[in-house]
T-cell receptor, first 112, second 114 residues
Framework: GDSVTQMEGPVTLSEEACLTINCTYTATGYPSLFWYVQYPGEGLQLLLKATKADDKGSNKGFEATYRKETTSFHLEKGSVQVSDSAVYFCASEGGGADGLTFGKGTHLIIQP | GAGVSQSPSNKVTEKGKDVELRCDPISGHTALYWYRQSLGQGLEFLIYFQGNSAPDKSGLPSDRFSAERTGGSVSTLTIQRTQQEDSAVYLC????????????FGPGTRLTVL
C-alpha cells in the first residue's frame, strides 16, 4: 500500500534559520500530497497541498514542490520563527476509501 | 458547529471495559474519518464514512473496534474489551465530499487503558 516517510525529529533550529523537512512517498498511482501541522495544544490543520507533479504548495512562508521523479515533497522555509514550533506531518491521498496516509511526524523546535 | 468536536477529551478506563468515543463533524461535511495517533507510531487510518456508510472497514485494528454514523452526522467509535495497547489519541476528521485531502481535524480523545 501507499506509505510516507519523513525525517525523524526532533529538529532544533535557531530563529531565522533555514528549514528543510524531507518527505518521500510510495504510491501505486499519482497521489495528492499534503503537509499538516499540529501546534502545541491544538488539532491537526492543513498547511499546504499539491495535487500534481511540479505543483508548488505554499502557505505562511512554507513551500513544498511535488517532485514525481524523486517521489518527494520536502517542506521548506527560508527563515523560521519561534511560532513555527510544532509537529509537521507529510501525507498522501490516493483517492481511494482509505483516508490520508501520514508520515510519523517531525517535531520542530525553534529557539529564540 | 464551527469545527469538529470530539468527546470526551480524556478517557481513563480499566482493561476489559468497553468505551465509546464520539465525533461531531463540521456541518455539511459528508465525509468523516477516524485515526489513531500512538506515541512513536504516527497517525493510523482506521475508517472512513461517506454519509452513513463505510465502504472499507479493513483499517480497524481488530474486531473489538466498531464504528457507526447515523443521520450523516455524528459518529461513534466503540472499543470493546479494551486492552492496554488501545491507549492512544483517537482523532476524528471531516471533509466535503471529494475533498479527502483537505480534512478538518478535531482535538482528539486521549484514551488510557490501565
Amino acid at each position: 500500500g501507499d506509505s510516507v516517510t519523513q525525517m525523524e525529529g526532533p529538529v532544533t533550529l535557531s530563529e531565522e534559520a533555514c528549514l528543510t523537512i524531507n518527505c518521500t512517498y510510495t504510491a501505486t498511482g499519482y497521489p495528492s500530497l499534503f503537509w499538516y501541522v499540529q501546534y502545541p495544544g491544538e488539532g491537526l490543520q492543513l498547511l499546504l497541498k499539491a495535487t500534481k507533479a511540479d505543483d508548488k504548495g505554499s502557505n505562511k512562508g512554507f513551500e513544498a514542490t511535488y517532485r514525481k521523479e524523486t517521489t518527494s515533497f520536502h517542506l521548506e522555509k527560508g527563515s523560521v520563527q519561534v511560532s513555527d514550533s510544532a509537529v509537521y506531518f507529510c501525507a498522501s491521498e490516493g483517492g481511494g476509501a482509505d483516508g490520508l496516509t501520514f508520515g510519523k511526524g517531525t517535531h520542530l523546535i525553534i529557539q529564540p | 458547529g464551527a469545527g469538529v468536536s470530539q468527546s470526551p477529551s480524556n478517557k481513563v478506563t480499566e482493561k476489559g471495559k468497553d468505551v465509546e468515543l464520539r465525533c461531531d463533524p463540521i456541518s455539511g461535511h459528508t465525509a468523516l474519518y477516524w485515526y489513531r495517533q500512538s506515541l512513536g507510531q504516527g497517525l493510523e487510518f482506521l475508517i472512513y464514512f461517506q454519509g452513513n456508510s463505510a465502504p472499507d472497514k479493513s483499517g480497524l485494528p481488530s474486531d473489538r473496534f466498531s464504528a457507526e454514523r447515523t443521520g450523516g452526522s455524528v459518529s461513534t467509535l466503540t472499543i470493546q474489551r479494551t486492552q492496554q495497547e488501545d491507549s492512544a489519541v483517537y482523532l476524528c476528521a471531516s471533509s466535503l465530499a471529494g475533498r479527502a485531502g483537505e480534512q478538518f481535524f478535531g482535538p482528539g480523545t486521549r484514551l488510557t487503558v490501565l
